[in-house]
């Protein structure tokens, strides 16, 4: 913690201890976007969802280039998830909405992303279809009750890896083996 007594958790994973008490978290892996004193928002970047997004860019009347019409959404978190949210790589200087979350990722949720994409010239981007998020103090709370383990993020891991295997490449990345952990506390 800093002299603030605040976490500064952007751009860092989220992967949920054994003792994680909300079911919807237990299998998912968050990107974090942004933490402050303020509180937390990120995206569920593990989960995708049977909706692709050529089917998406077709339903916003865009065609779609052959790669994206298999390329999942993902199911980016429980609020608001009609939205979309555009994670990717690099710069937002070009686009009406967007913003650096850190190492050359950003997030955009503007349409006219939803060109580039069409035109396949985003080499690394995630569709996240509604985010989650943590009011003031709730998130350092989660922490400290041990909820969470928390490993800075990784554009590998973000982007390229498979959606079955992120959690665990996450989970690797801390040297956390989850066959060693138990729930369950014992008397003396």
Same mark, same amino acid.
């Given at each position: 913690?800093?002299?603030?007594?605040? &976490?500064?958790?952007?751009?860092?994973?989220? &992967? +949920?201890?054994?003792?994680? +008490?909300?079911? =919807?978290?237990?299998?998912?892996?968050?990107?974090?976007? =942004?933490?402050?004193?303020?509180?937390?928002?990120?995206?569920? !970047?593990?989960?995708?969802?049977?909706?692709? !997004?050529?089917?998406?860019?077709?339903?916003?009347?865009?065609?779609?280039?052959?790669?994206?019409?298999?390329?999942?959404?993902?199911?980016?978190? /429980?609020?608001?998830?009609?939205?979309?949210? !555009?994670?990717?790589?690099? %710069?937002?200087? *070009?686009?009406? *909405?967007?913003? $650096?979350?850190?190492?050359? $990722?950003?997030?955009?949720?503007?349409?006219?992303? &939803?060109?580039?994409?069409?035109?396949?010239?985003?080499?690394?981007?995630?569709?996240?279809?509604?985010?989650? *998020?943590?009011?003031?103090?709730?998130?350092?709370?989660?922490?400290?009750?041990?909820?969470? /383990? $928390?490993?800075?993020?990784?554009?590998?891991?973000?982007?390229?890896?498979?959606?079955?295997? =992120?959690?665990?490449?996450?989970?690797?990345? %801390?040297?956390?083996?989850?066959?060693?952990?138990?729930?369950?506390?014992?008397?003396?």
């Amino acid at each position: 913690m800093n002299k603030n007594n605040t &976490l500064k958790l952007t751009h860092h994973f989220l &992967l +949920p201890s054994p003792s994680m +008490p909300d079911e =919807r978290f237990v299998d998912a892996l968050i990107y974090l976007c =942004r933490h402050n004193k303020e509180g937390a928002w990120g995206f569920i !970047v593990n989960q995708p969802l049977s909706q692709s !997004v050529g089917k998406l860019l077709h339903e916003l009347d865009l065609p779609s280039p052959k790669q994206t019409m298999q390329t999942p959404a993902m199911q980016g978190g /429980f609020i608001r998830p009609e939205a979309g949210f !555009v994670l990717h790589t690099g %710069l937002p200087d *070009s686009y009406a *909405s967007s913003f $650096v979350v850190g190492e050359n $990722v950003c997030l955009t949720t503007s349409k006219d992303i &939803l060109t580039r994409i069409y035109m396949n010239q985003i080499p690394h981007y995630l569709l996240c279809m509604g985010f989650c *998020s943590w009011s003031k103090g709730q998130l350092e709370k989660e922490l400290a009750d041990n909820d969470w /383990f $928390v490993c800075p993020a990784d554009l590998h891991i973000l982007f390229e890896a498979k959606f079955t295997d =992120r959690l665990d490449l996450a989970y690797q990345k %801390l040297g956390v083996d989850l066959g060693k952990f138990t729930t369950h506390i014992g008397r003396a």
